[in-house]
């Protein structure tokens, strides 16, 4: 039990251009969303917490119009990169918990590259 | 807010032995601490999850422990083998998850 999917699992883009990465929970309720970003060869740095229904709180120093997350659903949150570049290239990472608040477990999933050229 | 570090930071040791992995965190406030393991290219393989009222957790040749009073946990691999291979991250949970950087192990055949 207890499984979070991404998708993509990687996706190139051209400088300028949006994408949009899914996180799920596949077989549970998640009240709330982690979106982490992993530069090569550094450790996980949160960007922003999504409580289903309301707006995301982002991490100081991520910038919430460039990082767009929406958790419409219980089983869904999306992350939209708007006018990517170079350097907004890493590995992007969710979790899923099913209650808020640091008692709870998160769940991860797989992550998603992204390579903007 | 919490600052977690990992030592050391890298590792190498021969095939079949013990090994013991430090993480140490500055605020003792949490709710759990977590042990992942990460593949190169890969998402996280939670390991072991120890809460806060625990001392350790064990799971096969892993063995966690956690100290909060004084901000420690460390990760026990018995009889290590080359699939052991990886960098394992620790995770101080609060009211969200901070990262250490994570010790990349190798094990030699």
């Known amino acids: 039990g207890a499984v979070v999917s991404q998708h993509p699992s990687w996706v190139i883009c051209k400088s300028g251009t949006s994408v949009k990465i899914e996180c799920r929970s596949l077989?549970?309720?998640?009240?709330?969303m982690f979106w982490y970003r992993q530069f090569p060869k550094q450790s996980l740095m949160l960007m922003a917490t999504s409580n289903e229904g309301s707006k995301a709180t982002y991490e100081q120093g991520v910038e919430k119009d460039k990082f767009l997350i929406n958790h419409a659903s219980l089983t869904l949150s999306t992350l939209t990169v708007t006018s990517a570049h170079p350097e907004d290239s890493s590995f992007y990472i969710c979790?899923?918990?099913w209650g808020q608040g640091g008692s709870y477990e998160q769940y991860f999933g797989p992550g998603t590259r992204l390579t903007v050229t | 807010k919490q600052e977690v570090t990992q030592i050391p930071a890298a590792l190498s040791v021969p095939e079949g032995e013990n090994l013991v992995l430090n993480c140490s965190f500055t605020?003792?406030?949490?709710?759990?601490l977590q042990w992942f393991r990460q593949d190169p290219g890969k998402g996280l393989t939670s390991l072991l999850l120890?809460?806060?009222?625990?001392r350790e957790q064990t799971s096969g040749r892993l063995n966690a422990s956690l100290d909060k009073s004084s901000g420690r946990s460390t990760l026990y691999i018995a009889a290590s083998q080359p699939g052991d291979s990886a960098t394992y991250l620790c995770a101080a949970n609060n009211n969200d998850m901070r990262f250490g950087a994570g010790t990349r192990l190798t094990v030699k055949p």
């Open positions: 979790s899923a918990s």
């Open positions: 605020d003792s406030a949490i709710y759990n």
């Open positions: 120890i809460q806060s009222s625990q």
């Open positions: 077989d549970f309720q998640a009240t709330t």
